[in-house]
């Protein structure tokens, strides 16, 4: 399929056959998932692709009893790991070290490697970092003081922070769901689930907050899809300046 094919075909399907989709395949999609961008590059979440029948079971009712999860034949559950940052932080300055070796001038080097460090071993720590949401107050307040003089990124609270890693999961899920639509098979994205549950049933790491669930499978014809698609007119939310 084309692009515009894929992002036509994909719908939120609510009720899937009993055909059994390939986990390989999931497993593939995942893996082009990772190709999506993320803040920074800082890649901090990870899924949990859930393939045996009893866990599906066990988690229809932190689902809600949503028929996308009970008819479903495989879920992806992607969490956010902001815990990670240090970790994550480290692994990309490792491999911009590497880049810049492979791919900048000789006498551009030391520059652009010692630019990577500080912002993967300063900038990123203290952006990501919580010390009981003092770190957070901090930023706020030198924003806020620096703001005054010059343009600066103002969205560095820990609620702020929280949300862009949401947002960079976010980036990931929809990369997912269109390489499944590519793929011939269908999903849901859910928001609707008691995540207290699902992170006891999965024995997600404490620190980890699920962003979204997405169930697979192959839409059934009838019953699938709740009828038309709605989308908000285009003159109502473009703007061109």
Known sequence: ?????????????????????DADTVRHCIDLARLAPTSSNMQ???????????????LVPACLD??????????????????LFRRRAAAALAFERGNVARNSPADRQAHR?????LYYQRVMPFLYGNAFGLLGLLRKTLVMAVGLFRPITRQVSEADMRVVVHKSCALVVQT??????????DTCPLEGFDSLRVKRILRLPRRAEVNMIIS??????????????????????????
Do not use: N
């Open 1 to 21: 399929m084309t692009l515009e094919e894929i992002l036509r075909t994909r719908r939120a399907v609510r009720r899937y056959t009993d055909e059994a989709i």
């Open 216 to 241: 697979c499978g192959i839409r059934d014809e009838g019953r699938g899809v709740w009828g038309e698609r709605f989308r908000v007119p285009m003159e109502e939310i473009y703007h061109r300046i």
């Open 66 to 83: 949503q028929t996308a999860v009970s008819t479903a034949q495989q879920l992806v559950v992607f969490v956010t790991r902001r815990d």
């Open 44 to 58: 901090l979440w990870e899924c949990y692709h859930i393939t045996d029948p009893d866990t599906i079971r066990r």
């Open 113 to 117: 490697t010692k630019r990577w460090e």
């Open 176 to 185: 997912f769901m269109l390489a499944m639509t590519d793929a011939g098979y």
